[in-house]
């Protein structure tokens, strides 16, 4: 059970049309998922896997994404090693911060893995929900995103005590690393055809301490699973993936956010395997309709003028998730303009 246009994106299979989705394509824009929120809370709807098979269901009735996401949260691996987490009006919120003399007071890994598995759950019933010609995957955070997470709470600012305690704070890595490659296990042995990593304090660092401190740790995760994982980073540039290290990890392909020339990279034989995600600017999906079917239209056309060939492996998408408040309306025109122009 797979769509067809993701497997051939990632095989780098040469085809017409590209498949389409969208990061938090199931989230807050949506009136289904309003709808839902009005009786259960967010975690709510993330651990019971009913539910969370409902919200990642609803945006694949309505606007037939190719690809369904796994409804949940990256911060839950956290919340399982035991920093607790809740979810206030201005976000999520951890109970205590990391520092390195709290490591001990964490769980191990065997215990945290037991506390992620409403996701395998969720997974299995989404899967029952989509439709044979739909694709399943997963995601979880980066290691470094989590490490920033549990150091400050957030990804906002200079990172300055993340930077501070990233040169020693190798015990907690490695403890994240390993509990990531449970959670991974997890989510394809419950039926996710790939997991994304979702990086998105990665662009916080200069390209040589991403590639120092932060690539590593992706090498090691993407060579558990040879081909089966894809990255996406938020803010970072090509100068970060320029190493014989990053060309060398297995990933199942990267996505892209729209600070990126994608279509101009692309014609330069961007990457060596696998899909080739993005990159449209999801703040334009605000615009007037008019507005922003004239934008879409100027977005596509460098993509247009490659040939098939060329854009073997794409995967249309946004640069970053769909924004609260974005016009439905919008999104279903995305998915069904870009069908009508690439046949």
Not at 22 to 33: C, E, I, N, P
Not at 82 to 91: M, N, S, V
Not at 94 to 101: A, Y
Not at 151 to 164: C, D, R, S, V
Request: net charge neutral; with cysteine; glycine share 8%.
């Amino acid at each position: 059970m797979t769509n067809l246009n993701f497997k051939n994106a990632i095989q780098r299979i040469e085809q017409p049309t590209p498949p389409i989705w969208m990061m938090r394509q199931a989230g807050r824009y949506h009136s289904h998922y309003r709808k839902l929120r009005e009786k259960h809370s967010f975690m709510e709807l993330c651990k019971v896997p009913e539910l969370a098979a409902e919200v990642a269901y609803g945006p694949m009735a309505e606007f037939d994404f190719d690809v369904s996401i796994l409804f949940s949260d990256l911060l839950f691996p956290l919340e399982a090693l035991g920093f607790g987490l809740e979810y206030t009006d201005e976000g999520p919120r951890l109970g205590f911060s990391f520092t390195p003399d709290r490591f001990r007071e964490l769980n191990p890994v065997d215990v945290a893995i037991e506390k992620l598995r409403f996701q395998a759950q969720a997974l299995k019933l989404t899967r029952e929900r989509i439709g044979k010609n739909k694709s399943l995957i997963g995601f979880v955070g980066g290691v470094f995103t989590l490490f920033v997470y549990a150091i400050e709470g957030g990804h906002a600012g200079q990172l300055i005590n993340t930077k501070k305690l990233l040169r020693q704070s190798e015990n907690f890595l490695e403890r994240l690393h390993a509990l990531l490659v449970q959670n991974v296990k997890l989510q394809l042995d419950a039926g996710a055809e790939v997991v994304m990593v979702f990086d998105t304090a990665a662009g916080e660092l200069s390209p040589l301490d991403f590639q120092t401190y932060v690539q590593p740790w992706l090498a090691k995760l993407a060579h558990e699973f040879p081909n089966r994982l894809g990255y996406y980073s938020k803010g970072t540039q090509s100068s970060f993936f320029d190493s014989n290290l990053w060309r060398e990890i297995p990933w199942a392909g990267q996505g892209y956010d729209h600070r990126w020339n994608l279509a101009k990279e692309m014609s330069r034989g961007l990457g060596s395997r696998g899909f080739i995600q993005g990159n449209f600017d999801q703040s334009l999906l605000h615009l007037e309709p008019s507005e922003f079917r004239k934008t879409l239209l100027t977005y596509l056309e460098p993509y247009l003028r490659l040939s098939s060939l060329e854009r073997k492996g794409w995967v249309c998408a946004l640069g970053h998730g769909v924004l609260p408040k974005t016009p439905e309306q919008n999104v279903k025109y995305f998915v069904e303009f870009v069908r009508k122009t690439f046949v």
